[in-house]
């Protein structure tokens, strides 16, 4: 029998219980219902789903591209000590706003005195 838990909200239990027993529809509107004394059909769950897989997908987007962002760290010229903020990018460049150093193509040079990426070190 599956454990139920109402402190789910009706999004995390629909999922949950998909994902967990791949049960038919119909099943699932009589357990929404009961758990939560509510009218659900079919449709509106199928909606709710989608929903609950749409934001699922944005927050590990987004989770993802914070973390990125976190080690997005600036780099130093050893030549000339220009530093490189992946924040600003390299507009005069062609490098964008948000560009890792990491990511930065491998012909990159150093916008003020033209040294190789690879003579930049990490701050």
């Given at each position: 029998m599956e454990t139920l838990n109402v402190m789910e909200t009706p999004e995390e239990l629909l999922?949950?219980?998909l994902e967990?027993?791949?049960w038919?529809?119909?099943t699932l509107v009589k357990i929404m219902n009961r758990t939560y004394?509510?009218?659900y059909e079919?449709?509106?769950l199928k909606a709710?789903?989608?929903a609950a897989k749409l934001k699922a997908k944005q927050d590990e987007v987004s989770k993802e591209t914070l973390g990125r962002r976190a080690v997005m760290q600036k780099y130093v010229c050893a030549l000339c000590g220009y530093v490189?903020?992946?924040e600003e990018g390299d507009t005069d460049g062609g490098i964008a706003q948000g560009t890792a150093f990491e990511d930065l193509p491998?012909?990159?040079v150093c916008p003020i005195c033209g040294a190789a990426k690879e003579l930049f070190e990490a701050e």
């Amino acid at each position: 029998m599956e454990t139920l838990n109402v402190m789910e909200t009706p999004e995390e239990l629909l999922v949950r219980l998909l994902e967990q027993n791949g049960w038919e529809w119909r099943t699932l509107v009589k357990i929404m219902n009961r758990t939560y004394h509510a009218s659900y059909e079919i449709p509106q769950l199928k909606a709710m789903y989608q929903a609950a897989k749409l934001k699922a997908k944005q927050d590990e987007v987004s989770k993802e591209t914070l973390g990125r962002r976190a080690v997005m760290q600036k780099y130093v010229c050893a030549l000339c000590g220009y530093v490189y903020d992946p924040e600003e990018g390299d507009t005069d460049g062609g490098i964008a706003q948000g560009t890792a150093f990491e990511d930065l193509p491998d012909d990159w040079v150093c916008p003020i005195c033209g040294a190789a990426k690879e003579l930049f070190e990490a701050e």
